[in-house]
């Protein structure tokens, strides 16, 4: 039944949190999904099937119950509030102080149920000079630096590509609530977990932060372009610019890898140029364990990347398996759907007629629970209020 099977979950959350209950709810707690009447603004979110239907909501809604109530009102306050009253774990993801003014805060959901574990996720935390701020995926990613280190050149920064900072923030969220429910198995006492978007996405680019910190170069697209005639900061290739090639079927990442702890595998690379005849003679005898000339390395970039433009992603994985390469096609997502090693792994799920992402981890214990497609539209509201609070919804 999964490890979390004894425990509820109340999820006040919409497009910004979703993600947090659904961890819980795939670890076999029973999480319900509160929307209002009108239906969740996570159901208008893209991209959508064909039908109209969000695949968002499919995917982050997925494995819950789903109830519908007003929490602009008086009587769906009280109604919230109740649900509350059973509940181990709240979450929710409005903009501070707007639970408080429903009445749903922490403080008042403590006078209710002690023991509950209170989680909200906010775009700067629920407090501090920056709390009331608008925010956007852009804001979020810009106020939190990693955006900084998404320079083309002299370019301004490239947004982060497909809108996730809520979803680092609802992944420390669900992280979090659990590490607050096991303090409150010793004390018997809840929590308030104080989720800031703009936190999580700088811990998730922590090591950048780090090297900055410690005057290395790389850690900022930004100092790196003041570091001039340096081919690269780390002897390793992992900050030489252009390590996206081009190949028939898409993309592969490849480092021109340098120096003395790395550049054999660029050696491995000119091998198998030299042996396809893609490299002239001097290119070929390069030992790429030295750093060479700049221009030496230009030619060569150029030699790859019209190698490279002759190959498909199996070749290239082929080939960098076989001759050591530091060399991975890019996926895309359909490459991952048809992937042999996450069917392998039991990674899919089929809920209803859809096929959703399952197990995070794989663990020898019956750790997760996979039981129901995201919710229509008020479909559990006469079974949740029939049977935690004795209504007819």
């Not at 707007?98 to 629920?126: C, E, H």
């Not at 970039?301 to 390469?325: D, G, P, Q, W, Y």
Request: aromatic share 8%; glycine share 10%.
């Amino acid at each position: 039944m999964g490890f979390l099977d004894a425990y509820r979950v109340v999820d006040f959350t919409n497009e910004r949190g979703l993600l947090a209950g659904r961890l819980l709810a795939d670890l076999g707690a029973d999480v319900i999904q509160v929307e209002p009447p009108g239906g969740s603004s996570a159901r208008r979110v893209g991209p959508f099937a064909d039908d109209g239907e969000s695949l968002y909501w499919a995917a982050y809604a997925a494995n819950k119950r789903g109830v519908t109530c007003n929490l602009d009102t008086k009587e769906g306050q009280e109604l919230a509030l109740a649900l509350c009253v059973e509940a181990d774990f709240v979450f929710e993801s409005e903009t501070p102080g707007t639970m408080a003014r429903r009445g749903l805060s922490y403080d008042d959901v403590q006078r209710v149920n002690p023991r509950a574990v209170y989680t909200s996720i906010t775009p700067f935390g629920s407090d501090g000079p920056k709390a009331a701020y608008a925010d956007s995926e852009l804001v979020l990613w810009a106020a939190g630096g990693p955006l900084a280190a998404h320079q083309d050149g002299d370019r301004p920064p490239l947004r982060i590509s497909v809108p996730q900072a809520y979803l680092h923030a609802a992944a420390d969220a669900a992280g979090g609530a659990l590490i607050a429910h096991l303090a409150g198995r010793r004390t018997g006492a809840g929590q308030h977990v104080d989720v800031s978007v703009v936190q999580s996405v700088t811990q998730a680019t922590l090591s950048r932060i780090l090297a900055t910190a410690v005057g290395d170069p790389q850690g900022s697209a930004l100092i790196a372009a003041e570091a001039d005639g340096k081919v690269d900061q780390s002897g390793s290739g992992s900050g030489t610019a252009g390590t996206k090639w081009q190949v028939r079927d898409g993309y592969v990442a490849m480092h021109l890898a340098l120096g003395p702890a790395a550049g054999r595998f660029t050696n491995n690379l000119f091998a198998w140029l030299r042996e396809e005849g893609a490299c002239d003679a001097q290119l070929a005898e390069v030992d790429w364990c030295a750093v060479p000339e700049r221009d030496l390395l230009e030619r060569a970039r150029s030699a790859v990347a019209e190698f490279m433009s002759r190959k498909t992603k199996r070749e290239v994985l082929e080939a960098s398996l076989e001759r050591k390469l530091l060399a991975a096609p890019i996926l895309t997502v359909g490459d991952l759907a048809e992937s042999a090693q996450l069917e392998a792994r039991s990674f899919w799920v089929e809920l209803g007629d859809q096929v959703l992402p399952g197990p995070f981890a794989q663990v020898t214990a019956d750790a997760f629970a996979f039981r129901r497609p995201a919710p229509r539209l008020g479909e559990h509201n006469a079974e949740v209020f029939g049977e935690i609070l004795g209504l007819l919804a």
